[in-house]
């Protein structure tokens, strides 16, 4: 039986957040994607409390990477104003690019490490 894209995604998420867990010391950043805007949140497992989040719905920006590297810088802005500069990156099954390149650039280059 074939399975759509949607359901592969899904089981090569559940795949990588077995092993990936955020903590308050270096939490997740977790990134989905949708048709029409990118969002990222930084969660922390251990407390079960989401740290910082943005989303590209109300970012200015030329095309989609444009708008997905302003939502990385802006999340990782918030995360570095709690002092915290160490995440883990979770791509949540998608591909390591375009998008989601993008918004890892972003956020390395605002300074965060994973």
């Known amino acids: 039986m074939n399975k759509t894209r949607t359901e592969r995604r899904?089981?090569?998420q559940r795949r990588v957040r077995s092993k990936v867990q955020g903590t308050s010391v270096k939490p997740r950043l977790s990134v989905?994607?949708?048709?029409t805007a990118v969002y990222?949140?930084?969660i922390d497992d251990e407390k079960k409390v989401t740290l910082a989040a943005c989303?590209?719905?109300?970012?200015?920006g030329e095309d989609m990477t444009d708008k997905?590297?302003?939502v990385g810088a802006s999340?990782?802005?918030d995360l570095l104003a709690k002092k915290i500069?160490?995440?883990v990156f979770d791509r949540a099954g998608y591909r390591f690019t375009g998008i989601v390149k993008s918004?890892?650039?972003g956020a390395r280059e605002a300074g965060l490490k994973f």
């Open 85 to 87: 500069d160490t995440v």
């Open 75 to 77: 999340v990782a802005n």
């Open 68 to 70: 997905a590297k302003k």
């Open 103 to 105: 918004l890892a650039d």
């Open 55 to 60: 989303d590209s719905r109300k970012i200015e």
């Open 40 to 42: 990222a949140q930084i």
């Open 32 to 35: 989905f994607k949708s048709n």
């Open 10 to 12: 899904k089981i090569r």
